[in-house]
T-cell receptor, first 110, second 113 residues
């Protein structure tokens, strides 16, 4: 089974803080993805990466950046957290077309 | 880019009834259409998928159909059970390296006994 882990299940931060969410996969997949999930809006793609040091913007990249220094690790960075970034963040990985999700990080920005 | 529309947003059925969820997509280059199920408090899990060279695929009580001409695909669940209650997401992609799945907004299915 593919194992995808995320650094925190729950996180509370203050407005303006820099926030790091980390995702690690153990299956040597090239592709890694970050989504946010909000009620009624489904899963929206923030950024994805198809190789080390490569990144592509998804549908909602504003306010976020990413880092992929090693193949197994993909980090999502909120440069200056805002209350509208309170959400569930899901990391995913897998071969082209197939995605295995991590358990998610519930981020609250106060 | 790809856009995936999913309907209905909520669906309530009685145990034993059938449930149908429909999705449409915009990019004619998309050729891979998976469905994910997300139970409350859990991560989305792949339950079934279909590729563009196939019109229908079945796996026990669930089936997917694809109409490439009309650019729509559907999930059918027969003999629904309470454990089918979950949020279901459809998605589409070109299934190539360097591309991502684009998801619909989800359907909350409630099966009452």
């Amino acid at each position: 089974d593919v194992k995808v882990t995320q650094s925190s299940r729950y996180l509370v931060k203050r407005t303006g803080e820099k926030v790091f969410l980390e995702c690690v996969q153990d299956m040597d997949h090239e592709n890694m993805f970050w989504y946010r999930q909000d009620p009624g809006l489904g899963l929206r793609l923030i950024y994805f990466s198809y190789d080390v040091k490569m990144k592509e913007k998804g549908d909602i990249p504003e306010g976020y950046s990413v880092s992929r220094e090693k193949k197994e690790r993909f980090s999502l960075i909120l440069e200056s957290a805002s209350t509208n970034q309170t959400s569930m963040y899901l990391c995913a990985t897998g071969p082209p077309g197939t995605q295995y999700f991590g358990p998610g990080t519930r981020l609250t920005v106060l | 880019g790809e856009n995936v529309e999913q309907h209905p947003s909520t669906l309530s059925v009685q145990e034993g009834d059938s449930a149908v969820i429909k999705c449409t997509y915009s990019d004619s280059a998309s050729n891979y259409f998976p469905w994910y199920k997300q139970e409350l408090g859990k991560r989305p899990q792949l339950i079934i998928d279909i590729r563009s060279n196939v019109g229908e695929k079945k796996d026990q009580r669930i089936a997917v159909t694809l109409n490439k001409t009309a650019k729509h695909f559907s999930l059918h669940i027969t003999e629904t059970q309470p454990e089918d209650s979950a949020v279901y997401f459809c998605a589409a992609s070109t299934n190539q390296a360097g591309t991502a799945l684009i998801f619909g907004k989800g359907t909350t299915l409630s099966v009452s006994s």
